[in-house]
């Protein structure tokens, strides 16, 4: 069974940052970042593979940032300049598969999740 931890979640000011932290009882094959705000679907943010490859979410290009630290077992998400609307609970999944890196369904395991708030 893969354990996923979230932290760094808090309330910010527009234009501030945050850094998320992903903590794995394993690193798998691809491990991703997704946020769900009140009354919205699940969406991709950021993911990141093995091969080190990324991917974002357009509205976050630029912003956020994805990496590992493979000693530590670790996902970071570092979010810059962040607005009203990155407001929302922010997930770390991990699976054993490459396929689709940002859709929801091709994550089995899931952490509890972060709140984000970021106030105008």
């Known amino acids: 069974q893969v354990q996923l931890v979230e932290s760094g979640g808090g309330s910010v000011q527009a234009g501030g940052s945050l850094r998320l932290a992903c903590t794995a009882s394993?690193?798998?094959?691809?491990m991703a970042w997704f946020r769900q705000a009140p009354g919205k679907e699940r969406e991709g943010v950021a993911s990141y593979d093995f091969n080190g490859r990324s991917k974002y979410l357009d509205s976050v290009k630029g912003r956020f940032t994805v990496s590992q630290d493979v000693p530590k077992r670790i996902m970071y998400l570092q979010m810059n300049n962040l607005k009203p609307e990155d407001t929302a609970m922010y997930y770390c999944?991990?699976?054993?598969?490459?396929?689709?890196?940002?859709?929801?369904?091709?994550?089995?395991?899931w952490g509890q999740g972060t709140q984000v708030t970021v106030f105008s």
């Open positions: 394993v690193l798998l094959q691809k």
């Open positions: 999944a991990a699976d054993m598969s490459f396929s689709e890196p940002l859709n929801p369904v091709e994550y089995r395991y």
